[in-house]
């Protein structure tokens, strides 16, 4: 199947990812066009340029779109950049790639994450976030490109800290 194969260069559906990212008020910067090996601090987060599209093999980051008065970088430190999130209804559906790890959260299954990389060689991209304070085992989802629209179209949102109580499955042990 064509949508099956690797590829390079830039997504056919990045403009519309792009979009509906906006619409949620956050934006993606491509970190791949970052000066590299040194550390992205929150005001280099405020000066980056906004991607424009969206390109195989490149890394983005999730930030707030700057509001009145408000620097993303000031929202994102707030947040420790909780806020993107996929809901996942059904984890067997042909979207998913092989490797979903999300715990169950107050709201049901959510993938919450901070980061995207899109892989030509496997034509995946994969949604997680950095190990932190307020996430500690991140979540990791792993989408089909020829999927990644619809699913950001039907299950991209945006969480709020609050809703990310974790929740144990039935018959397990807690303290």
Not at 59 to 74: D, E, H, I
Not at 94 to 116: C, H, L, P, Q, S
Request: one cysteine or more.
């Amino acid at each position: 199947m064509a949508d099956d194969l690797a590829r390079s260069g830039e997504f056919p559906g990045g403009n519309r990812l792009i979009e509906i990212v906006n619409a949620h008020k956050w934006e993606l910067i491509d970190l791949s066009r970052a000066p590299i090996p040194r550390f992205i601090s929150y005001h280099d987060m405020d000066l980056m340029e906004r991607a424009r599209d969206i390109e195989y093999d490149r890394n983005y980051l999730f930030v707030p779109m700057a509001r009145q008065g408000v620097r993303p970088s000031q929202i994102y430190e707030r947040t420790g950049g909780i806020g993107p999130a996929i809901k996942i209804h059904d984890p067997f559906e042909d979207r998913w790639g092989e490797r979903v790890i999300v715990a169950r959260k107050g709201n049901g299954y959510v993938a919450i994450f901070t980061t995207m990389a899109l892989l030509s060689e496997t034509n995946t991209a994969f949604m997680t976030s950095a190990k932190g304070q307020l996430m500690n085992n991140p979540d990791l989802v792993e989408i089909r490109c020829h999927s990644l629209v619809d699913t950001f179209e039907k299950y991209f949102c945006i969480v709020q800290p609050e809703e990310l109580i974790a929740v144990p499955e039935p018959g397990m042990k807690t303290n």
